[in-house]
């Protein structure tokens, strides 16, 4: 079993739509939970981080956390056709290994 | 602008042939990374360097080896290609969790991928 769980897609919305991607992972030491945006042909990005349980909201972003269910989102609300990219959800703990854990990613199309 | 560079965007090799793929930054960070994406598997970590001349083995550093002489260049080597190496490489530079003065968190920054196959 991967220690990052995300639905692969593709998720194919109208313009305007509220979109809703999520992860799911099993280590319990997981701290930092971050949303990375990448299009096509380009590396990947940091959109938005958490640190622990709780909600972020960056514009039209919002990040939430639920470790009790080990469990994040991000949601994009008035969806852009300029949003249509793979989200990758990664994590890590406070200490120990330095690098992150990746999701598979999720490829989102925001049709106009 | 922060600025990590990959020496190539495509790269054809043949089975058995050495393989180098270089990755510069220009900002200063100490940690370095490389990945391989493929797709249903995302990003998976093959080695990472923390320092110069430092590296440790990621999840998957069979059939690869590192080289981080500089603190700006990390190398990616494969010392005798497979056809199943054939994938999108990605360079990830970032300053250690908790610097003073950095970000909150040790934000990774990629480079634009080598897409690497190996006929």
């Known amino acids: 079993q991967k220690e990052v769980e995300q639905d692969p897609g593709p998720l194919s919305v109208p313009e305007g739509a509220i979109v809703s991607l999520n992860c799911t992972y099993s280590?319990?030491?997981?701290?930092?939970f971050m949303w990375y945006r990448q299009y096509s042909r380009k590396g990947p990005e940091l959109l938005m981080y958490t640190y622990s349980s709780g909600n972020k909201e960056d514009g039209r972003f919002t990040a939430q956390v639920d470790k009790s269910s080990k469990y994040i989102s991000l949601f994009i609300r008035d969806s852009q056709p300029s949003d249509s990219a793979t989200y990758l959800c990664a994590m890590r703990g406070d200490t120990g290994r330095r690098a992150l854990t990746f999701g598979s990613g999720t490829r989102l199309q925001v049709q106009p | 602008d922060v600025k990590v560079t990959q020496s190539s965007r495509y790269l054809v090799k043949r089975t058995g042939e050495k393989v180098f793929l270089e990755c510069v930054q220009d900002?200063?960070?100490?940690?370095m990374f490389w990945y391989r994406q493929d797709p249903g598997l995302g990003l998976r970590l093959i080695y990472f360097?923390?320092?110069?001349?430092?590296?440790e083995k990621g999840d998957i550093p069979e059939g690869y080896s590192v080289s981080r002489e500089k603190k700006e260049r990390f190398s990616l080597i494969l010392e005798s290609a497979s056809t199943n190496q054939t994938s999108m490489y990605l360079c990830?530079?970032?300053?250690?969790?908790?610097?003073?003065?950095?970000?909150?968190?040790?934000?990774?920054?990629f480079g634009p991928g080598t897409r690497l196959t190996v006929l």
């Open positions: 990830a530079s970032s300053f250690p969790l908790g610097l003073a003065g950095g970000p909150g968190v040790d934000t990774q920054y």
């Open positions: 280590n319990s030491a997981f701290q930092y």
């Open positions: 900002m200063d960070h100490e940690n």
């Open positions: 360097s923390y320092d110069v001349k430092m590296k």
